[in-house]
């Protein structure tokens, strides 16, 4: 490795390479990134909640990024739409282009494909995506020099909480250390800011979106149980008689209390229990769910850009189809950005590692496979080419899902390349020689029959020419060529008609040979 050129980070110092092969920002139970978090969302109200997001924004976001992670632990609805936008994503296909035909560009390039098929791959882009919900997230690359090359061996998950913005553009990131914050070590993390708005990272997630639509679900999550308590069953009533003892009281009391849970009792005859149930338990519970379900579509078009996909609602016809578009919409953009990230953080530093800044790099492509009409193509390749058109193989085979044939491989080739047949046996060789000189003589004369009926014919169309050249109207033609029918000068041309007879004959018989 020391015969490696010498690298430099953005702040202008040669890179420690012996850093980059140990983990730098895992957990420290009695330092400062803790594994253990905080609940800020427990009791939250509007005041608290106001107070966090300022913290936040004045660079201190440890109680916000933990009220992020409550709220993807408590609100199921926020959790699944955040989920499906993130593994929509994770899931999708990689592929990698070389930086040209080089060569050593196309190594490279096979180099990042073997190590795209490892399985944590999905599990890691999952991860990375969480800058989604929180607006960043980090990711060590812990990589791996045993064989000689560099190679990345994990790609670890690192709490956002261990991280903060610089306070001089709330941008920067540092690591949070017992010693103070650090600036990130360059070819050592991953990244990832993913915006749901313009802004901060800090300010740019979708946590931050779904904070107060998470707080008022809460509060009519909280009064919808109240309310279910207190009306969802009829309320019971004794009735004592006149001149009731206090221990006949206290009998008829506990028989009240008891029967809500016991659905049990005994009283005496002399006393009554009634049950008087809420006439308005349907209307108040429809109003509670009412507006659950419309938070919960507020956040579905947050973060999904629609609802038809998660919430049933469809605005009219069509209007699912044009929903599951808006959602590809997003899903190519998430898939473009993590894209770049993955080529800046870690592709290119792959590369510098392992041999040395270049001119140009491999870029990775996450995204769907565009569906290509093979037929349409086809034809208008088949145009195309012939005219001139100059187009690569290669392109083609990527536009059409084909890997690049390997040399020893059996290959499908078309009718007029496919293989040659058998020679056939000594007889027919001997055979093969006079159809050879047969078709050459049907050679000759078709040569001889071209020159004998071009004057015969040339003389037909002058005479006609001249004929129609000297009439009137076209009552004067017919009767023109009706007369002049029989005195056509086609006897060249009536020998030429036989010659052709002949020489179909002829050609008949030579391939008939030849066969």
Known sequence: MAD????????????????LTVEIAGPTITGVRSPITGYP???????????????????????YLELAEQIEERDLHYAGVLGTRKRSVAQLDIQVDAASDDPLHVQQADMIRDWLTRDELEDELFNMLDAIGKGWSFTEIVWDTSTGQWWPKRLEWRDPRWFRPARHDGTTPLLRGDMGDTPLSPFKFICAVIRAKSGLPIRSGLARLAAWNWMFKA????????????????????????????KDKDTLMRAVANIAGDCAAI????????????????????????????LDRQTSKAVLGQTATTDAVTGGLGSGKEHRQVQEDIERADAKTLSSILNRDLVRSWIDLEHGPQQK?????????EEVDIAKMSDS???????????????????LGFSDPDPKAELLLPPSVAPAAPPP??????????????????????????ALAAPAAEDMIDTVRDLVERAGSLDEVRAGLLALSPKMPDDRFAEAMRMALVMAELMGRADVAGD
């Open 425 to 450: 046996a000594a007889p027919a060789l001997q055979a093969e020689r006079p159809a050879v000189r047969a078709r050459d003589a049907v050679d000759e004369l078709v040569d001889d029959t071209e």
């Open 381 to 399: 390749l088949a145009k195309l080419v012939p005219v001139g058109l100059k187009v690569q193989m290669s392109e083609v085979r990527d536009r």
């Open 41 to 63: 969302g427990d009791g939250l109200n509007p005041r608290r909640l106001a107070s966090l997001l300022r913290e936040a924004d004045e660079g201190e976001p440890l109680r």
């Open 4 to 19: 490696k050129p010498i690298l430099y980070g953005p702040d202008g110092q040669p890179i420690r390479r012996e850093v």
């Open 267 to 294: 009283i005496p005859e002399s006393m009554l229990l009634e049950f008087i149930e809420s006439k308005n338990v349907g209307q108040g519970s429809d109003l509670y769910e009412k507006r659950a379900d419309w």
């Open 361 to 369: 790099y491999p870029r990775l492509r996450i995204g769907r496979n």
């Open 219 to 246: 509060f009519t999550q909280r009064d919808w149980a109240i309310f279910t308590q207190t009306f969802g069953q009829p309320v019971r009533v004794g009735k004592y008689p006149s001149g009731a003892t206090p």
